[in-house]
């Protein structure tokens, strides 16, 4: 009897122990994600008439099976101070990629947040948000023209909230210019430059909303793509501008059951500077615009379907170079990329979902590409939370 | 001219009114924070009796109101941990960061129940620090209360006296109201009820009623058909006297059992504002009882 007692004793030290030791350490989730995708073209192909390619991952997703981006987050509140995030994520083929490493500062007070590292700009309203978080699978047009996907640069970012009851929200972010636009320069100091703002509140207690305008501001040099088989490069300022919103109902506020999201971007980029195309030079200068809307209800808990609507605007390319559609088939079109995508999730809890997503994509010149895929997301270990 | 830009200066540097700017996470804890601070606390309360405090979003709203907060008042124990934590960290805020005094969790003054002895996600949405909905215990408001008290007179201390008299009178008022209660709920001894969430567990403890069956299969995951059918045939083994959900709780699921089981289905405020009669901690305890009491007879 006694050693029985002793033993269990012995068992609920080393219990606790077990508890006290693993609260120290950080929090730790996975995200494990797949897809199964029919597409009617061949992703491989893919590129977005009109506008110059981005060299993100922009493309459908591979068809047939795939595994998707595994992703891997670590987060702490590193001391008093500072909190620390990484997310890796893990690619199908087999290599690593750091979406995420950042600090953030903690006790700078006043409103004040700083941030360094590399982290996802807080430009627009989808930029900052992980793609397991998305409510489709892939990203607005807009995002894959614009930004090849996403804006995740190395820097710093200062943000400020101002001391008001409706939410107001400024702030700027100096980075490397790691990826498209940017050319990743070769230079001391800043390569790319971004301020936004955004301002939210609710409308009534069953209704929330945020709105931004954001800037980014970059010098690529030698920016070079192949089209009509010849190479073409473009160096001067690209400046992006992007307005956003979103607004969130649920009755009485209460998400639950039934809510509903909207949300839609407009992007608008102006560049100018030169284009050299088979070894000549002259002026370039380009401006271009894009928006999507979407909307995701969820009808009964567990179920949601959405619908999103993109639009390209292949806007005005003027070169110096006297360059028709015939010398630059890709940029010199006079087409406007749409697409209209269908999505309908269940979500067997908080932890798990499974997506089947349905889209009409007109990204390319003349041709349409039907595609249709079932994605999985689940998310493993510490409950995360996700932004507005 | 200095004593102007001198006057200037300190009219910026302190709110217009100097009371204590409290954000309480959940209404109970807004409601708590009245009954202490009185005209010493601006009180804002980020959710309402009609949401799942489980899912409230990082709103807007919230970081704003954060942003200006002297004290966040939270149960913790992870019930806010899908929205509190960026919050905190968006606000910009240093005073409501987790290990600051201007952050106060309910849970941490309080022995909690249903600690697991291990946590697997198969298990649903457990929280692994114990059964964070510990407000519907009087006893727990009172150790709450106390700690409360303490730190909102530690973090504005010229106002030390008046939270000081303030937590006495509540704690006074609240037990002769807890007495008071008890002797009321004699005949919720031993009734066996149906809950939809694991949070009614505290009052279930306290009042010894007995908790037959959630609507929920586990906890946090909705209740669908085939599982309802299951609890039905439960029901016929081991019958319950009411099936109980919260304000914030869809109440198709119990209704549809209800029917079946042939029992009440019955709503409770859960906290301050679920219902039109509980405006007030003392209210939400009058109004839940009586609402037991009839469903008990």
């Not at chain 2, 099936?243 to 699921?253: F, G, K, T, W």
């Not at chain 2, 059992?257 to 859960?270: D, G, H, V």
Request: proline letters at 6%; glycine letters at 8%; aromatic letters at 10%.
């Amino acid at each position: 009897m006694f050693r029985k007692l002793l033993c269990a004793a012995a068992l609920a030290a080393a219990m606790q122990g077990a508890l006290a030791q693993s609260a120290f350490n950080p929090d730790l989730s996975l995200i494990l994600q797949g897809t199964a995708a029919y597409s009617k073209q061949n992703p491989d192909d893919y590129q977005i008439s009109g506008f110059a390619p981005s060299g993100g991952e922009v493309a459908p997703p591979r068809r047939g099976f795939s595994l998707g981006e595994s992703e891997l987050v670590v987060a702490s509140n590193i001391d008093p101070y500072f909190r620390g995030q990484l997310v890796a994520a893990l690619t199908p083929d087999n290599a690593v990629e750091v979406e995420e490493a950042f600090f953030q500062t903690l006790q700078l007070g006043r409103g004040l947040t700083l941030k360094g590292g590399r982290f996802l700009s807080a430009i627009g309203y989808q930029n900052p948000i992980h793609q397991h978080a998305w409510d489709f699978q892939d990203a607005p047009l807009a995002y894959k023209a614009f930004l090849g996907g996403r804006w995740n640069d190395d820097g710093v970012q200062l943000k400020w909230v101002a001391p008001t009851d409706l939410f107001v929200e400024l702030g700027g972010e100096a980075g490397r210019g790691r990826t498209f636009p940017a050319t990743d320069p070769n230079k001391n100091g800043a390569g790319a430059w971004a301020l936004f703002g955004h301002v939210g509140g609710d409308a009534s207690a069953s209704t929330a909303w945020r709105a931004g305008l954001s800037y980014l501001s970059t010098s690529p040099q030698d920016r070079a793509f192949e089209d009509g088989g010849v190479v073409q490069s473009f160096s001067g300022t690209s400046r992006l501008w992007i307005a956003d919103f979103v607004l969130k109902w649920a009755p009485d506020g209460n998400a639950s059951n039934t809510n509903l999201k909207l949300q839609g971007e407009y992007f608008r980029r102006a560049e100018s500077g030169d284009l050299t195309f088979n070894a000549t030079t002259g002026d370039y200068s380009s401006r271009q615009s894009g928006w999507y809307l979407q909307g995701v209800y969820q009808f009964m808990p567990r179920w949601r379907v959405g619908y999103r609507y993109d639009r390209l605007d292949h806007g005005t390319v003027s070169n110096g170079l006297g360059l028709t559609q015939a010398d630059a088939p890709l940029l010199l079109t006079d087409y406007n990329p749409t697409r209209n995508s269908a999505m309908l999730d269940w979500s067997l809890s908080e932890f798990s979902r499974i997506r089947l997503q349905l889209a009409s994509d007109k990204s390319r010149a003349g041709v349409t590409d039907n595609q249709a895929l079932i994605q999985v997301v689940f998310s493993l270990g510490a409950h995360g939370a996700h932004t507005f | 001219m200095k004593n102007i830009l001198f006057v200037m200066l300190a009219t910026l540097a302190t709110p217009a009114c100097a009371a204590l700017n409290i954000f309480a996470c959940e209404p109970e804890w807004g409601a708590l924070a009245r009954e202490l601070g009185g005209d010493k606390a601006s009180v804002y309360v980020a959710s309402t009796a009609l949401q799942d405090p489980h899912r409230i979003e990082a709103r807007p709203s919230l970081i704003a109101r954060a942003r200006s907060a002297d004290l966040a008042i939270c149960t913790g124990a992870e019930l806010e941990i899908g929205w509190m934590p960026l919050v905190q960290t968006q606000s910009g805020n240093a005073r409501i960061q987790a290990g600051q005094p201007g952050y106060f969790e309910a849970a941490a003054v309080v022995p909690l129940l249903e600690k697991p002895a291990r946590v697997d996600r198969s298990m649903g949405d457990v929280h692994a620090a114990g059964n964070p909905h510990i407000h519907l215990d009087p006893r727990n408001i009172a150790r709450v209360a106390q700690a409360l008290g303490e730190r909102m007179a530690a973090l504005d201390p010229s106002n030390k006296n008046e939270y000081e008299t303030k937590t006495r009178d509540f704690l006074e008022r609240w037990r002769e109201a807890t007495a008071r209660w008890e002797k009321l709920a004699a005949p919720l001894k031993g009734m066996p009820l149906v809950v939809y969430h694991k949070n009614m567990t505290y009052m279930i403890q306290w009042l010894g009623m007995r908790e037959v069956a959630n609507l929920e299969p586990k906890p946090g995951l909705p209740p669908s058909t085939g599982y309802l059918t299951e609890l039905l045939a439960k029901l016929q083994r081991e019958p319950a006297k009411a099936i109980v959900r919260s304000a914030y709780n869809d109440p198709r699921p119990g209704e549809w059992l209800a029917e079946r089981a042939k029992i009440p289905s019955i709503a409770i405020a859960f906290t301050v504002g679920g219902t039109p009669q509980a405006k007030d901690l003392f209210s939400l305890y009058d109004d839940t009882l009586e609402r037991l009491l009839a469903a008990a007879k």
